[in-house]
C-alpha cells in the first residue's frame, strides 16, 4: 500500500514541477505511452479493411481518402473528422457512457452511429445503430480506430 501511495505522490509531484516550469500537457493523449508508435487495426467480419497511425497530434485512417482523422479532446470524448483538422471539419464524436462503452454520433447533429464496446484487452467490438456487430479492432487504439470507421461508413447514410 506504501508502494501506491508513493508512486501516486511522485506522479502528483511531477505534474507540479511541469506546471510550474510551463510545461503545457499535449493536446491529445494516446491511450498508453507506448502506442503513439503502434497501428491499431480494423476489421469488418473477418477482412482487415486498415488501420489507424498516430501522426502530430492525431490519429489518421489508412483506408479513407479524405484525410479522416481522429483526436482525443478529453478523457470521455473523441472526434473525428475529414480534410484539414480544423473544428469545423469534425463530423463524427465518440462519448463514454460506462466503464467499457462509448457512444458514436455525428457531429454537431447527434445523429446515432453505434456503440464501441470493450471486448479485450486491445479489441474493441464495433456495434451499428441497430445493435449490430460490423466489426471489431486490434490493438491499442480502439477507440480512435472505432470511431473514424463508424464515422466513415455510416456518417454519410449507409454502414456496413
Same mark, same amino acid.
Given at each position: $500500500?506504501?508502494?501506491? +501511495? =508513493?508512486?501516486?505522490?511522485?506522479?502528483?509531484?511531477?505534474?507540479?514541477? $511541469?506546471?510550474?516550469?510551463? =510545461?503545457?500537457?499535449?493536446? &491529445?493523449?494516446? $491511450?498508453?505511452?507506448?502506442?503513439? &508508435?503502434?497501428?491499431?487495426?480494423?476489421?469488418?467480419?473477418?477482412?482487415?479493411?486498415?488501420? +489507424?497511425?498516430?501522426?502530430?497530434?492525431?490519429?489518421?485512417?489508412?483506408?479513407?481518402?479524405?484525410?479522416?482523422?481522429?483526436?482525443?479532446?478529453?478523457?470521455?470524448?473523441?472526434?473525428?473528422?475529414?480534410?484539414?483538422?480544423?473544428?469545423?471539419?469534425?463530423? %463524427?464524436?465518440?462519448?463514454?457512457?460506462? +466503464?467499457?462503452?462509448?457512444?458514436?454520433?455525428?457531429?454537431?447533429?447527434?445523429? =446515432?452511429?453505434?456503440?464501441?464496446?470493450?471486448?479485450?484487452?486491445?479489441?474493441?467490438?464495433?456495434?451499428?445503430?441497430?445493435?449490430?456487430?460490423?466489426?471489431?479492432?486490434?490493438?491499442?487504439?480502439?477507440?480512435?480506430?472505432?470511431?473514424?470507421?463508424?464515422?466513415?461508413?455510416?456518417? %454519410? %447514410?449507409?454502414?456496413?
Amino acid at each position: $500500500m506504501d508502494r501506491r +501511495i =508513493a508512486l501516486v505522490l511522485s506522479a502528483v509531484l511531477a505534474g507540479v514541477v $511541469m506546471f510550474a516550469a510551463g =510545461a503545457a500537457p499535449a493536446k &491529445t493523449l494516446s $491511450m498508453h505511452a507506448s502506442s503513439s &508508435t503502434k497501428w491499431t487495426y480494423v476489421h469488418a467480419g473477418s477482412r482487415e479493411v486498415g488501420h +489507424i497511425y498516430w501522426e502530430s497530434g492525431f490519429w489518421y485512417a489508412s483506408w479513407a481518402e479524405a484525410g479522416a482523422w481522429a483526436y482525443r479532446q478529453s478523457a470521455r470524448v473523441f472526434f473525428s473528422g475529414y480534410e484539414s483538422e480544423r473544428a469545423a471539419h469534425r463530423s %463524427g464524436v465518440a462519448r463514454k457512457r460506462a +466503464i467499457h462503452r462509448w457512444s458514436v454520433s455525428t457531429f454537431p447533429g447527434f445523429r =446515432a452511429l453505434g456503440m464501441l464496446i470493450w471486448s479485450a484487452p486491445g479489441r474493441w467490438l464495433i456495434v451499428n445503430k441497430h445493435g449490430k456487430r460490423i466489426g471489431h479492432t486490434e490493438g491499442p487504439n480502439g477507440i480512435p480506430a472505432g470511431l473514424v470507421w463508424l464515422d466513415d461508413s455510416c456518417g %454519410g %447514410g449507409g454502414c456496413h
